[in-house]
Each structure stands twice: as structure tokens, then as C-alpha cells.
């Protein structure tokens, strides 16, 4: 099966600012969290899967062909960019028509479909409203119903979280499930990884230009399974495990936060979970509570930036 | 190719987005400019009890009145074309549309001789009326039709230049038009050598001579030592709306190819 999305060694330079380096995967349909901190070339990955950048180096293929200057693709695509919306005397209806007349469709057309997606963002009571009279999450939800208007196969979320209140949140992300429940393909690049996590599982870690894992949380779990991550043990004897585990060589680094609890740096979390029964067996620890930060996305985040950084 | 659909929609958006107090004001400024001015050189030299020059008026100060109109009003709309949606984030919306950036560039290139053409057929009205109700002015119909013809043309043709020197230059556009308009338009059209002759105005200034037809023979005949020989109409029409199309064809080759990138994006 043909992927959804194919980068081949790209890297993108602007000048001298490195935007993506040596990035290389594929995609199939599906729905994918983006995730990276501020600056980390996401928005610059989104571009050059639009075709609205050139990559310096390598090729970019989506849904099997160039999307530079291929503007049968875009139609294919629905993109809700971070910036914000600065029409402040035209109304989110009128807004959202042009763009979706832009796709090639007549105006009345254009007019229903654009009505449709603000219904369906929950805009609809405040549609003929101009947009500079509206909340941040009205703009959110304005930026979102032109992106699915057209109704595409592929839809790019570049912060849709961005000013949204819990409820709107919430309301976003029942949505986007939604949309992943019918087979479409989703694209959500954040930093609020939760937010993503609820999503769906599947996500691409990024930073600094550079892709530092894919695949679903499992997945990169196996990949970190041999990885340096911290573990916090609650247990009856603290001092006597952190010595045990000292000896057979299990932490690079060691806390004792309290009597009854420490914080240890494992260089392999597989190992140490694997050998943690024996030793409770043999000493006569009692274990109450284990807490591994790779429980989270958030964590996995974290790890992996920390590897990324050199400070494993 | 070119997406009639997009172009439609990206000029009735653009002329619907102009509807705010700071374009219809600016809308009035260069409305009332010509006439105003028109009105003060008439009655200025009135005022100290002597008649105004009777030669060439009120032909070439309307002109040039309106011509100043018509390159602000090109200015401020044409030139900025990708600059103001880069900077109103509309690009990223815009852009990834199909065929989003054409429309753009052709949109927004008609909306700017719409909107410049309806301020110069306005300006060029009221200036008739001027014209006419101060100082009996024969030839108002003719007068009028030939400033429509002229500014008609000038609406294109700058129209054009300005919005490749706004896919050109993303920051500063208005700079270059500005400069283009001075060094180009006005002092190299002056020069009296065949350079001149790529500039607009060397074909407008010989369209504006025969369609107003107020010069004395040898007053012409100077002109055409000086700044070449003058033409057909047919062939000065053609030179401008070729140039135009021609233009416009080298601006949308810049912006379907250009990366149009901002500091949000890297």
C-alpha cells in the first residue's frame, strides 16, 4: 500500500537556520500527533508536506506524488494553521465561503458547505457575526471549519488547542476523534501532549529539526526499553533497595527522597523491572507504590529529548 | 492554468474587505484631490482678481492630478498583494488552496483597477464638472470620455508592475513601486533618448496628446523630436495591455515558485 506521506532524507535550510534535518519516514493513512517544543521545525514539516516549501535536500511524496506546486493535492487537504484570523469586519460564514470557493466550488455550494462545517464546529449561532467580535476559541473553531469545509482525506491541526476554554477542549478532541473514527487522516502538531493523547496514539517526536521517534507509545516504549528513564519506588525499605540495586550495577543515578522512597536513574528500564521481583523476594522489600515518568506521553517526551540532548 | 472560481472569490472578498472607515476615507482623499486642487487653480488667481492661464487648461493639470490619484490608489492596493497577507496571516489559508496563489495575485490585481479606475472615473467626473462649472469648458464630454480612456489604461498597466513588484519584493514593496514610479515613470520618461520609450508613460503621455488633441502642431512635432516619434493608437494601446499581460504572466511565475516564508514558519 501506497504511503499516505514519504519524506526521503529531507532537510530544509532557510539560509543558514536549519528548519528539518535528515528526516526520513512514511505514513500511512491514519491519524498522527506531531509533537515537538516551540521552534522544533514542526511548522516547517507541515510546509513541506503542503508543497508550500521546497525541501533543500531529499523529496517529500504525498499521497504519491510532489506536493510542490501540485495543486490537486491541496484539495485533498484541509490545513488549520496556527496564526490567527485577521479579518476582523467579515463574518466566519462569509470567511469560511471564500476559502472554500477557492477550492473551485460555485457560491451557493460554497455557502452550504461552509454553513455545514460551522454546524459542525458548534459556530453556527454566531456565523453572520464579524470575526473581530469573536473569543479566541471562536477563532479556533472558525480556522477548523475552513479546514473541513471542503471536506478533505487529510487534515493538518498545526496548535488547535490554542485559547480553547476545557469545554472547548473537550469538544475539540470528541471531534477529532470523530474524524479518526470515519478513516480520515488527521495531522495534530502540539506541545500539550495529553491533549494529543487523547486524540489518538500514534505520534512523531520532534525536535530541533530532527524526527526522534514515530509509532505508537508501545512502540517507543520498546525503543526506550533499553533507554535511561527515572522510576520512583515507595517501599518499606529504601536505603537496603537502593543498595541492592547499586550493586548490581541497575542506576546511573540515585535519590532517596524519604525513608520510604527513592528516585532512581535505571540506564535500562527493561532490566530493572525484570530483576525488581527477585530482589524484593530475596531481601524481604515490600514494594507499595512504582511510578515510571513512561507512563505518559509527557514522559516519553521528555526521555527522549533528554537523549536527544546528550544527558542520558 | 487559472481558476476562474478562485479569482472570483478572491476579488468579491477583497473588495468586501475594503468596506472599513480607513479605506473610504483614504476612498474620499483621493476622490476629492484632483477637484479640489483644479478648484484652487482656478479660483486662487481669481481671488487676487486675474484670470487663470487660459493654455492647456484644464487638460494637463488634471492629468496630472489624476495621476497622482491613480499611482497612490495603485500603490496602496496592488503592491501590497502578498506582503498584507503575510502580515494578516491570510497566506497560510490562501495559499494552500488550489490554484490559491494565481488567484490571489489576479484577484487581488483586478480588485486594485477596479477599485483605482472607479476613484479616477469619479475624480475624473467631478474634475469635469469643475472644469465645466468654473470655467465654461466646451469640450466636458470629450474631456471626460479621454481621461477615462487614459486612466483606464494606466489602471492596467500600473496595476500590473505594481503587483510584480509586490511578488518581488515581500517586505518594502511599496518602497520599490514608489521608487519605480519616480525613477522609471517620471524621470525616465523624461529622458530624451529611446529609453524612454519603455516606460508607460512615454505611450499614455502620446495617447493623452491625440485624445485630447489641444496641442499646436509644432508644440507636437517638438515632443516627437524630443521623445520620439508618436504612433497609432492601436499600436500604443497594444504596447500597454501587452505589457500588462505581460507582466502579470512573469508575476504569477514568481509566486507559484517563490517560498514565501515568515519568521513564524522557520
Known amino acids: ?312 | 492554468m487559472i481558476s476562474i472560481q478562485g479569482v472570483q472569490a478572491m476579488l468579491a472578498f477583497e473588495l468586501r474587505r475594503a468596506v472599513t472607515l480607513q479605506r473610504m476615507a483614504t476612498t474620499i482623499v483621493l476622490i476629492l484631490f484632483p477637484p479640489l486642487m483644479l478648484a484652487l487653480m482656478v479660483l486662487g488667481p481669481r481671488a487676487f482678481g486675474e484670470e487663470p492661464s487660459r493654455e492647456l487648461f484644464p487638460e494637463f493639470p488634471t492629468v496630472f492630478l489624476l495621476g497622482i490619484s491613480c499611482i497612490l490608489s495603485l500603490l496602496l492596493w496592488a503592491t501590497p498583494n502578498v506582503y498584507s497577507e503575510m502580515e494578516s496571516k491570510g497566506w497560510a489559508f490562501i495559499a494552500c488552496r488550489p490554484k490559491g496563489r494565481t488567484s490571489l495575485l489576479l484577484g487581488k490585481y483586478i480588485a486594485a483597477v477596479v477599485y483605482s479606475y472607479v476613484v479616477c472615473l469619479l475624480s475624473a467626473s467631478l474634475c469635469t464638472l469643475v472644469a465645466y462649472w468654473l470655467d465654461g469648458y466646451a469640450k466636458s464630454t470629450s474631456f471626460w470620455l479621454s481621461l477615462n480612456g487614459i486612466f483606464g489604461l494606466a489602471c492596467i498597466v500600473y496595476g500590473a508592475i505594481f503587483s510584480l513588484i509586490g511578488v518581488l519584493f515581500q517586505k518594502r514593496g511599496m518602497v520599490f513601486a514608489a521608487g519605480y514610479a519616480l525613477l522609471v515613470e517620471l524621470i525616465l520618461g523624461f529622458v530624451p533618448a529611446v529609453i524612454n520609450r519603455i516606460t508607460m508613460r512615454y505611450h499614455l503621455q502620446y495617447l493623452a496628446v491625440k485624445w485630447f488633441d489641444v496641442l499646436p502642431e509644432e508644440v507636437i512635432q517638438g515632443m516627437e523630436l524630443v521623445y520620439g516619434p508618436i504612433r497609432s493608437n492601436a499600436f500604443h494601446i497594444s504596447v500597454i495591455l501587452g505589457a500588462a499581460a505581460g507582466v502579470l504572466f512573469v508575476a504569477n511565475i514568481v509566486i507559484q515558485r517563490r517560498e514565501y516564508v515568515t519568521a513564524e514558519d522557520v
Open chain 1, 1 to 312: 500500500m501506497e504511503p499516505m506521506i514519504e519524506l526521503a532524507g529531507v532537510t530544509k535550510l532557510y539560509r543558514t537556520v536549519l528548519g528539518v534535518n535528515d528526516i526520513s519516514l512514511q505514513l500511512h493513512s491514519g491519524a498522527f500527533g506531531l509533537l515537538g517544543p516551540n521552534g522544533s521545525g514542526k511548522t516547517t514539516l507541515i510546509n513541506l508536506i503542503l508543497g508550500q516549501i521546497k525541501p533543500t535536500l531529499g523529496t517529500v511524496r504525498l499521497f504519491g506524488k510532489s506536493p510542490w506546486k501540485n495543486d490537486r493535492l491541496t484539495r485533498r487537504i484541509g490545513l488549520c494553521p496556527t496564526v490567527e484570523i485577521a479579518y476582523p469586519n467579515v463574518s466566519a460564514k462569509e470567511w469560511v465561503t471564500f476559502l472554500v470557493q477557492m477550492h473551485g466550488f460555485a457560491l451557493p455550494a460554497a455557502r452550504q458547505a461552509a454553513c455545514r462545517a460551522l454546524e459542525l464546529v458548534k459556530l453556527d449561532h454566531a456565523m453572520d457575526r464579524p470575526i473581530g467580535t469573536y473569543s479566541l476559541g471562536m477563532r479556533q473553531r472558525a480556522k477548523l471549519a475552513q479546514a473541513i469545509a471542503h471536506n478533505p482525506d487529510l487534515l493538518i491541526l498545526d496548535e488547535p488547542f490554542n485559547g480553547l476554554d476545557p469545554v472547548g477542549r473537550f469538544e475539540m478532541t470528541e471531534f477529532l476523534r470523530n474524524w479518526v473514527h470515519e478513516g480520515k487522516s488527521l495531522i495534530l502538531a502540539s506541545h500539550i501532549l495529553h491533549e494529543v493523547e487523547a486524540v489518538h496514539p500514534a505520534f512523531l517526536l520532534i525536535s530541533g529539526g530532527r524526527l526522534l521517534a514515530s509509532g505508537t507509545p508501545q512502540e517507543v516504549r520498546q525503543i526506550l526499553a533499553d533507554s535511561p528513564s527515572e522510576v520512583v519506588v515507595h517501599c518499606n525499605q529504601a536505603a537496603r533497595l537502593a543498595s541492592v540495586l547499586c550493586e548490581r550495577n541497575l542506576v546511573q543515578k540515585l535519590n532517596i527522597l524519604a525513608d520510604q522512597q527513592i528516585r532512581i536513574v535505571t540506564p535500562s528500564a527493561a532490566k530493572l523491572f525484570d530483576q525488581l521481583p527477585g530482589i524484593c523476594q530475596q531481601h524481604g522489600i515490600v514494594v507499595d507504590q512504582l511510578t515510571s515518568e513512561n507512563e505518559s506521553l509527557q514522559s516519553l517526551f521528555a526521555t527522549l529529548m533528554r537523549i536527544h540532548r546528550g544527558e542520558s
